[in-house]
């Protein structure tokens, strides 16, 4: 067979195959959240192997495109609610959420290092008996050239 007749049969038979319509992905995605989310995960490949177990689909193709888009709900539930999905198992993460206290606090109030502009603003404001102020020397920050090296800044000169 000759090249031409083999990509003419190719070609015949992927017209032959079935468009994987996103619809059905997003659609069928959604639905297996809602019913099998504790055993979905972040993971692409462990998605894939639940939704083998639990759903009838009728080929490899369509099998990883909605376990893709199932794993890129899943991701999109963990940072906030998601439209088309049960708003039980987003205010459930939500409280998850919430309820997680931190060991350390990101605020500490008891020591504040600031410098003497801010001092005076604050004396000037008249809250400059804030407990815990601490007055500290300025650090010099060093100072990077900008641009490429050798062009100007007293660096090394081409020669040609």
């Known amino acids: 067979m000759t090249k031409k007749k ?65 794993t890129h709900l899943m991701k999109r539930i963990q940072k906030g609610p ?14 998850r959420r919430m309820d997680f206290v931190p060991d350390v606090s990101a605020i500490d109030t008891q020591h504040i290092e600031v410098d003497k502009e801010t001092i005076d603003m604050l004396q000037s404001l008249g809250m400059s008996d804030i407990p815990g102020i601490t007055q500290v020397d300025p650090v010099p920050v060093q100072q990077i050239p900008f641009g490429r090296p050798g062009a100007g800044f007293g660096g090394a000169q081409r020669r040609y």
């Open 6 to 70: 083999k990509k003419k049969k190719e070609r015949k038979n992927r017209e032959r195959m079935g468009r994987v319509r996103t619809k059905t992905v997003k659609k069928s995605s959604r639905q297996v959240i809602e019913r099998y989310y504790s055993r979905m995960t972040l993971d692409f490949h462990t998605n894939k192997k639940v939704l083998e177990e639990v759903a009838l689909i009728p080929s490899k193709r369509l099998r990883n495109k909605i376990a893709g888009f199932s």
């Open 82 to 95: 998601v439209r088309g999905i049960s708003l039980k198992l987003q205010e459930e993460e939500r409280e």
